[in-house]
């Protein structure tokens, strides 16, 4: 029996056409405690629900890009972080220019805070991915 990483499966079960050019990758981690392998009710390995299983995954953790090994996140460049407040605020761009953030009050919309984290080098660019914040916008 031939194992396949959720991650594989994860890529996989993706659309192709909403994989952003993703393939079928042969990834498999070790010591990561997610049942990599799911069967049928004869015990038996099923690709056909291991897929299923990999899509209820993208569905429930609201993945909006393809899981890989190589992302921004990976590398330490990029973070997903829901940033809100209750009322307005100030702060200083990186060259010390004062900005009051107001609304909208979620930092994936305001386009006040985005210019900020640009100073800082830090920019929110992808649309489907509300709290992804990177060096690159991507």
């Not at 890009?65 to 460049?77: D, E």
């Not at 009050?105 to 386009?111: D, H, I, K, L, Y």
């Given at each position: 029996m031939k194992s396949t990483s959720i991650l594989t499966l994860v890529i996989q079960s993706i659309p192709k056409d909403n994989?952003?050019?993703y393939g079928k990758t042969a990834t498999q981690k070790e010591n990561i405690p997610i049942n990599w392998i799911h069967t049928d009710s004869s015990g038996n390995y099923s690709e056909k629900i291991s897929r299923e299983?990999?899509?209820e995954m993208v569905k429930a953790y609201g993945i909006a890009?393809?899981?890989?090994?190589?992302?921004?996140?990976?590398?330490?460049?990029a973070i997903d972080i829901t940033i809100t407040w209750q009322s307005s605020f100030t702060i200083k761009d990186k060259a010390g220019k004062e900005y009051t953030i107001d609304i909208p009050?979620?930092?994936?919309?305001?386009?006040q805070l985005r210019e900020v984290g640009?100073?800082?080098g830090v920019k929110r660019t992808l649309e489907k991915d509300?709290?992804?914040w990177s060096?690159?916008?991507n």
């Open positions: 994989r952003g050019g299983k990999a899509w890009y393809p899981a890989s090994l190589t992302s921004h996140h990976v590398r330490g460049n009050r979620n930092g994936a919309t305001n386009p640009k100073t800082y509300p709290p992804h060096l690159e916008g």
